[in-house]
């Protein structure tokens, strides 16, 4: 260490910035996810038959247009969308477009059911909005989907290939049609644009705007943070080039993993500013709080052997509770529980060594500082040690309370996952989503696919009966706004075959099997092969449910699973899927997955601290006040009705790692200062450790809720709360920490 | 006498006419001079031949389908607009597409209605027949093996035999072969 804060000064920065300057070129390359795929827990079980899905049916990433027009079933009305209809095929792309303006009906011909045009090419004719109505009437099932029930808005289903390894012909289709809808919305006439496809497109872009703003605004932040505290440049630029070469060197190493920044990785740099902020604090804080003016490498050596054992337990610590993240079964989760540890452990390495080397440049303080704003700090800390010490038992008592409302309420948190309202309220997205959910139909849509274990086709009346019981019992859902499957098809065939008014199924063996063998000679196969295999073995049933959350859509799906399962019998296989069922089944196993990444955590923080203090005793006080906190966070998310989600399961897991640091610093103090004197020792570490803890955590808890001008709730919830439990954890620090020492004391025989 | 005498002569004269069907549509030595998959090879209801049998040219048309009722509803359109109401042949046609409804009906009757049935296509011959003394259509159901995407037929029966008008006969097996070879048709 010497030898570093003398002559291997120059080297070490030269060493430093060499490595800066390589991870830096790969910082700046580093993506952005596209298609949300990390945010897909890894199931091979669910992604074998995700995968057979897409290969039978295709994408079920449709993207939904809703049409509102003043006069949409009219001459008007239908030429609008005719329009739109020729303008959205030819965006490069967009593999087909179906609406009113190209729907076909099967009616009766001369030989049987034939298909028709719904509108036909006679737009002019007077008659129109008059045979529309008649043919919608008919035809239920284009409501809900085509046209609104209360006929005021039509919807424009866009198909669009699917070219995988490439990432920008998704973004540029939703762009074209961003700028479709914002030309054509007005005089009446509104456009609503969702779909999956959207809302990868929209989550994407939303990283890229936070990455843009809230790094230079957390920079800003801790800057300002800093300069308060430390009134001095030194104080304001070591700790940010600390801060710069940690999320430098990490998002360069994440570039080289061959990764790409997802909703929940976009957090890293700020994050990782935060938390890289503490060792350059508490370096800076002793090099001023430091006595007498001696030799600058001696002082600087001194200050390094006070904080280097603390410090590297608490980024230990903090690594650990982040690396537990890493039993995530979600990839986004388990990336950044992964590189955010690392980056914690590179900040340690490179804040307990660049900091002393710049330092090593100033001339030492003659006297330790004392600045004026640190005197409140002072005076605040002097009351809490002196009611801690003075009142031990009211003050458990009442954190005690505190803690039990909230475990009392925990109860009543919910897992849910909401992709939608994921996004802030004025989000185009969501108010296009509910939009559509109100006047149209459900957004979200769960995908089941049904086929028989011995492989033969599904065109015996026995299965199409079986299906057409599954359908009834989804249809009884109360969130379930519509389901599209072959039968839809098969009772206008029969209808049309029949010359009859009614919709109904073919009655009997003969006329299912020919109803099959019909659409077997269809031309036209793409919009069939939508809903049944070529073969026919496999049949899929599309279940609009309106946008519901997953606490909601999780249980629905594994209902109707129940239900079709019991629908068909042993003899079918019976699958859900979808893009959406995938994130609702993902948020029912994320909760277990963060209990176990929180005990995982907690598990190793004690262990570390009883390594640390090889007291029980110690470790034992060290636990209270750091559950306490996050207990206090789960009551009150209970209590204002924030869900778990994926930001906000995240926060116990890291959050226990970083509070975890201000008892260590605490502890370590009060070891020192302990002199057979509980009451002394508590004194005198809270007036000394007290500063720094609150310095560090003003600057943690501020650069945290930089986050909450991010576009995720989930992530604004995770900044908002993290910071939250910090200031939480603090005050049980101050309190509960002392009061716990004091209560607990045994005066050992060699102490005084 | 004479009465006895024209009855004898009558039955004699059915009896040759029996015969002489039986002969026109036998099959033992056909020689197969084109043939074509209708509409296409690649959804192909069927086939169209070109046939020798004797002295009698024969356009022999195999169909087998699962829609067969929707391929004899295309036919008996086409003859509607071949021979409209009015137009010399429009009883022949009319009659044929009669024929073909009912045959195809009793084809259907005739279908397993078990849904294990591997082979759901329906199959159906017509021919028209075409010799210096006769002109035949004749159309019924038959069995068939398929090798190397050739069929062959194994067992076929008459259920209909007609005999219209030698022009209808003529200018329906001519319409047949440019439907099902194009312009490339064979001149007669």
Redesign the interface.
Known sequence: MTWLLTRGRLPFLALVLAATAFFGLHAAQVGVETNNESLSASDLEQDAVYERFGATFGSDEDLLLAVVHPQLLETAGIRFIADLHGRIARIDGVRGVYDLTNAQQLVTG???AEMAPLVGQQQDDPTLSARLRAALDRNPDFTGLFVAEDRRSAGVLIEIDDRPGDHHYRAAIIDALRELVTAESRGGIALHLTGIAVQKHDVSAFIQRDQRWLVPLAVVVLGLVLAAFFRSVLGVLLPLAVTGVTVTWTLGAYQLAGLELNAITSLLPPVLMVLSLAVSVHVIQRWLDATGSGNRVARLLSVVADVRFACFFCSLTTAIGLASLMTSNMPAVRYFGAFSALGVLVSFAVGITLVPVGLSFLEVPTSARRPPQHQWMRRVLAWSARIATERPLPVLAFFGAITALSVAALPRLVNNTDLVRFLKSNAPLQRDTLFIERHLTGASTLDFVIARRDGAPL????AVARLASFERAILAHEEVTGATSILAVLRQLQRAETGGEALVLPPD??ST??AF??L??VPEQQLLHKMISHDFTTVRVNVRIRSVGTSIAAPLAETILVEGRRSFGDAYRVEATGSFYRVARDSNQLVDSQVRSFGLALAMVIAVIGALFRSIRLTAIAMVPNVMPILWTGGLMAALGIDLSTGTAMIASAVIGIVVDDTIHYLTDYERAYRGDARSAVLRTTSGVGVPLLINNVALVLGFWVGCFGSFKPTIYFSLLTGLTMITALVCDLFVTPALLVLTDRPRASAA | MTGLRAIVLLLFSIATAANADEALLDTVGDRVVRRAFVPSPDQKVGEVRIVRRGDAQVVQTLLYSKILSRVVAEIRKKEAANWPPGAPGHEDAERYGAALARVQEQIWDRMPRSETVRDRRQKMWIEFVLSPQRALVAMGPFEMQEAGGEVKVVKREALVVLEPSRDYVERNMRLIEVDAFGSDAPEK
């Open positions: 001369e030989s049987g065109t015996s009346h026995d063996e003969r099997a020919y063998d019909l077997e000679a």
